[in-house]
């Protein structure tokens, strides 16, 4: 088995160095990831200008660009033969609900997923303790599982995971994507020069965090796992629309 590990937090990072040694022994791993941290990223892709590609040692690679280009480089073209997985994470910190719409690590997966590997994002809800040998060992039962009875249809799996020891989870719940509450105002501030500067301010809490959604998973300490679509046609409003186009 070939597994393409990537991720938004920078080949350097303990999550996808730790994840890497896990999955060893399953199969064989490539690292192709950016070269600094590209939290926050989304599925943008770099069209303006060439991409550089440099190993670090062994298969582990970086590239001067987005989460996004690090799949798509690796399967269109760097990778003599296409993995049978993608794998991307371990992400510090959740990626539940709205999450997913910005997250690197979730576009690296999704961008896997386009270009028709299962593909799996994986990150860790942290809280302080930072487990992330948990979110390693979900992994590697995910990928156990999948080689031991692959799913019939193109997947992509959005897998977020408690910050506890393995053996305080409660198992793996199928989850629905939450919903956080509109994001905190930006933090303003100024430079040594006096130039205004702005922050991003940090993602709101939990807004639709009911039974059965991520949040919910997680905070009775189970692994969520959503199955994600890529199509964003929101079905429900094409007559609505229609009628209103129609309107003279």
Partial sequence: MRILLSNDDGYFSPGITLLAEMLAPLADITIVAPERDRSGSSNSLTLDRPLS?????????????????????????????LPDIVISGINHGANMGDDTIYSGTVAA????????????????VVEGGEQFPTAGRVAVDLVTRFQR???AE???????????????????????????????????????????????????????????????????????????????????????????????
Wanted: glycine content about 10%; hydrophobic content about 40%.
């Fill in 53 to 81: 590609v440099r190993r670090v040692r062994g298969r582990i690679y970086h590239v001067n660009g987005t989460p996004t280009d690090c799949v798509h480089l690796a399967v269109t073209g760097l990778l003599s033969e």
């Fill in 109 to 124: 997966a999704t961008e896997g997923f386009l270009l028709g590997i299962p593909s799996i994002a994986i990150s860790l």
């Fill in 149 to 151: 009875r692959p799913i």
């Fill in 154 to 248: 193109p997947v992509l799996l959005n897998v977020n995971v408690p910050d506890v020891e393995f053996g305080s989870l409660r198992g793996f719940q199928v989850t629905r994507l939450g919903k956080r509450h509109k994001a905190e105002p930006v933090v303003k501030s100024a430079t040594p020069r006096g130039e205004t500067v702005y922050w991003i301010g940090a993602a709101g809490g939990a807004q639709d965090a009911g039974e059965g959604t991520d949040f919910h998973a997680v905070a009775n300490r189970r692994v969520s796992i959503t199955p994600l679509q890529v199509d964003l046609t929101r079905t429900a409003q094409l007559g609505a629309v229609s009628a209103w186009l129609a309107e003279q």
